[in-house]
C-alpha cells in the first residue's frame, strides 16, 4: 500500500448517503414503525437487504431520486403485504434526506478542509441533498447529483461527467466512499486513486456487494482523517 500524503491531492470528493451520513440508520428509524403500523414484522437487516436490492432497479428506471424512493416504498408495500400511504411515501423521502451525519463526519471534514478542496457527488436531486448539508458546516466546493448528471452511479458516464467538473478546482482528485458498489469500482475503473471507508455493521447492508479493490482503507472517516 503506497504512502497516503496530502500534497498528492487537491480534491477529495466524497459519497455522501453512507460516507458522510447515517443513511442506514435512518431508513430502519423511519421504516420499522411504517411497518409495524401496518402489522409487519421483519428484521433491520431485511429492510436493508431489500433496499439494496431495490434501489438500483429503480435507478435503472430512471426519474428523480423522489420518484426512486416513492417506487421503492411501493415495492416494499409489495413485498410485505400493504400499501403505502402518499403520506408514508413522502416520509421515507424526508428520513433519507435528512439523515444524520455520523458521530466523526464533522470533526473529519472540518479538518480536511484545512488541507483539501472538498467535493459531493451523490444519488439524489439536488433540493433533497440542501436538505441534508444542513447539519454540515463545512464548505464543498462542489455538490453534483445524479439529477443534475442525467444518471445514477455506478454508471460510468455519471461518474465521469462528475470528476470532469470537480476537475474543474484541481487536477488531482481522490476519492473517498464506503460504497464499493456505487462508488469505488467505478471511480477505479476510471484510474482514479480511491479510499474505502468500511464503517462496519451490525447488520446487513443498504449497498450491493462486488469486488473492488481500494487503494486505502480505513474504518472510519477519523481514521481517514488522521492520517494527514
Known sequence: MPDLRADDYDVLSFDCYGTLVDWETAIIQYLQPVLISHDVHVFDGTILEFYSEWEPLEQDAGGSYRDVLGRVMTRYGARLGFTP????????????STSEPFGDT??????????FK????SNTDKDLIELTLKSMPTEFCAVLTAQELGAYKPDPVMMRKAFDQISQQGKRILHVAQ???????????LGLNTVWINRQSEHAS??????????WEFETLAEFADVF
Open 179 to 189: 460504497s464499493r458498489y456505487h462508488d469505488i469500482a467505478p471511480a477505479s475503473e
Open 85 to 96: 400511504t402518499e403520506e408514508e411515501s413522502k416520509g421515507f423521502v424526508n428520513a433519507i
Open 118 to 121: 472538498l467535493a459531493i457527488i
Open 206 to 215: 443498504a449497498v450491493q456487494h462486488v469486488n473492488a479493490h481500494p487503494v
Open 106 to 115: 464533522i470533526e473529519a471534514i472540518t479538518k480536511l478542509a484545512e488541507l
